[in-house]
């Protein structure tokens, strides 16, 4: 496996900073970290350059916060916004070098993937499994907090697999240790950071090459923590399932939570898979019930601030379009007109957008 260095001017360049601030303000330009960055942009550029290159740059503060969708969640985020532009500039460099390591079937965090061609994906390898043997079975598993459980040496140790630059290694360390669970020095990754997503990748990536490569399960996919594998074999998935999960535990210091299980796919109706927010069997997919349910939340939400004029028609038609792309990619027709179009929305000032 071959091991990058010379990395550390690639991305400590005035150029390379600018580009990263350039990317760290998308969407958060309003904000009020970005907008004293900007006031004074070329000498904060310039400060943070600086700093990099005397070997006194030291990741700042988190804060934290919780999101509710789909499930509450901690999130920890950088409060100050150099060192997101810092971690923007050491992603362009750092992301193609494990991009090219990382298996096709990983799908979480990574440009051209994502959650629908996971779905599509898992659904493909459901197919493949049922034509070729008539049957599927499926181990389904699940980290047990896995930010929450990264370990700092274990980490530490597979990016030495693949860079070799001391400067770069000695930034990645200081960020991996800039945070720890609470009451657990040396484990823990923030959600919230650039760098920790593709780091997460990285951990997870050693299980990704010991299934597909030392073990040789051709229907396995991952998205983050979550990971499946595919086979007509229910004995066989048994035993990986014991199997792996010690392999999590010796290697990465990881285990899977109570979730993980192995389950039988039928091809037309009975228990079909739930994966990345969709229920799916070998020929067609729907919508979760817990995304449904959130969703009429959602339009009941819209249709009432609508109504008071606390948002107009662009505003509602931005928020429902996302969810209406996640829909699309299911049978979800009847759904959709149900909750959107088959009710009136009452309208104050504008019509609503088409």
């Not at 900073?17 to 904000?31: N, T």
């Not at 990741?59 to 509450?72: A, D, I, N, S």
């Not at 532009?85 to 750092?94: G, P, S």
């Not at 979760?288 to 349910?293: D, L, N, V």
Request: net charge positive.
């Amino acid at each position: 496996m071959r091991t990058h260095g010379f990395l550390f001017d690639r991305y400590a360049n005035f150029d390379a900073l600018h580009a990263g601030y350039l990317r760290a303000r998308k969407g958060c330009r309003d904000s009020r970290s970005c907008m004293r960055f900007e006031q004074r942009l070329e000498e904060n550029l310039i400060d943070l350059l600086n700093h990099l290159h005397w070997g006194s740059y030291h990741t700042g503060p988190y804060r934290h916060f919780y999101v509710h969708e789909p499930k509450t969640r901690r999130i920890t985020a950088l409060t100050q916004f150099r060192d997101r532009v810092l971690q923007q500039a050491m992603y362009a460099v750092l992301e193609p070098i494990w991009e090219r390591r990382f298996i096709s079937d990983s799908y979480a965090c990574r440009v051209g993937k994502g959650t629908h061609r996971a779905a599509d994906r898992a659904q493909e390898m459901l197919g493949e499994c049922l034509r070729k043997h008539g049957q599927i079975y499926v181990l389904k598993a699940d980290i047990s907090k896995y930010f929450a459980s990264i370990d700092h040496g274990h980490a530490k140790r597979l990016i030495r697999r693949a860079i070799k630059c001391p400067r770069t290694l000695a930034l990645l360390d200081e960020m991996i240790d800039s945070y720890h669970e609470p009451g657990l020095l040396g484990q823990g990754m923030p959600i919230g950071n650039l760098i920790s997503q593709l780091l997460a990748n990285v951990y997870l990536d050693a299980l990704d090459q010991y299934v597909k490569c030392r073990l040789g399960e051709p229907w396995y996919i991952r998205y983050m923590d979550d990971w499946l594998i595919i086979s007509p074999d229910k004995k066989r998935l048994h035993k990986l399932r014991i199997h792996l999960e010690w392999w999590l535990a010796e290697t990465l210091s990881l285990e899977t939570n109570h979730k993980t299980c192995v389950f039988p796919v039928h091809p037309r109706r009975g228990r079909g898979l739930d994966f990345v927010g969709y229920h799916m069997w070998p020929h067609h997919r729907r919508l979760r019930k817990g995304s449904m349910k959130r969703f009429k939340r959602r339009v009941r939400r819209l249709r009432r601030d609508y109504a008071t004029g606390e948002v107009g028609s662009r505003d509602v038609t931005l928020q429902l379009n996302s969810w209406l792309a996640h829909a699309s990619h299911a049978n979800a027709e009847g759904f959709v007109r149900s909750v959107i179009y088959d009710q009136p929305w009452e309208m104050h000032h504008a019509p609503l957008c088409d």
